[in-house]
């Protein structure tokens, strides 16, 4: 079973740089697995942040991007907002027509 | 206007059954892979199912698998999600999600309100 692993929590300051990483708990996260992420304030839709490792979806601030550091995906948030705060999940692409979410990584800004 | 929309939810009891159902508009939805994604009450999203543009290609979960089955009319617009055997914990909200995936690079870029199933007895 294929284990998608994200930070439960995490917390930055307004205006600061947060980075959230997306593993697997067995073996590496690259490009190849076509990593995006997404964005859900609790009781809403998700919203599509990023999609293959680096790409802004249609109408997302810069301050959004996507990355893969080592062996995770990094979805990094510059100049934090208060309104950034929600959960953040990644999805890779296992091939076969299987994708798994990760845990889901809430932020606080405060 | 380009949406999801999503119906059929509802409280079911334990090994009942239930069809969702999600209503495409403003693209050409035989165009597009589609899938259903699920969130428990409190809990991370998950993917259960998804199916290609011609109905040709399926995929599910391992735990909805020989359960549910997944399905569309493109002369519709419309996507289905056919759950049997219902079990309490596939209550959740599902969604329904457009996926780019006909080539890479394979993620979801539209998405419906959520309907939520609710398996009690």
């Known amino acids: 079973q294929t284990v998608v692993t994200q930070e439960p929590s995490v917390s930055v300051s307004p205006g600061g740089t947060i980075t959230l990483t997306c593993g697997l708990r067995s073996g590496s996260v690259s490009a190849r697995l076509y990593p995006s992420w997404y964005q859900q304030t609790p009781g809403q839709t998700p919203r599509t942040l990023i999609s293959n490792t680096n790409v802004r979806f249609s109408g997302v601030p810069d301050r959004f991007s996507g990355s893969v550091v080592g062996n995770k995906a990094a979805l990094t948030i510059t100049g934090a907002q208060a309104d950034d705060e929600c959960d953040y999940y990644c999805v890779l692409y296992m091939g076969s027509g299987i994708w798994v979410f990760g845990g889901g990584t809430k932020l606080t800004v405060l | 206007q380009v949406q999801l929309v999503e119906s059929g939810g509802g409280l079911v009891k334990p090994g009942g059954s239930l069809r969702l159902s999600c209503a495409a508009s403003g693209f050409t939805f035989s165009d597009y892979y589609m899938s259903w994604v699920r969130q428990a009450p409190g809990r991370g999203l998950e993917w259960v199912s998804y199916i290609s543009t011609s109905s040709y290609y399926t995929n599910y979960v391992d735990s909805v698998k020989g359960r549910f089955t997944i399905s569309r009319d493109n002369a519709k617009n419309s996507l289905y999600l056919q759950m049997n055997s219902l079990r309490v914990d596939d209550t959740a909200v599902y969604y329904c999600?457009?996926?780019?995936?006909?080539?890479?690079?394979?993620?979801?870029?539209?998405w419906g309100q959520g309907v939520l199933v609710t398996v009690s007895s």
């Open positions: 999600g457009r996926l780019v995936a006909v080539t890479a690079p394979y993620y979801f870029d539209l």
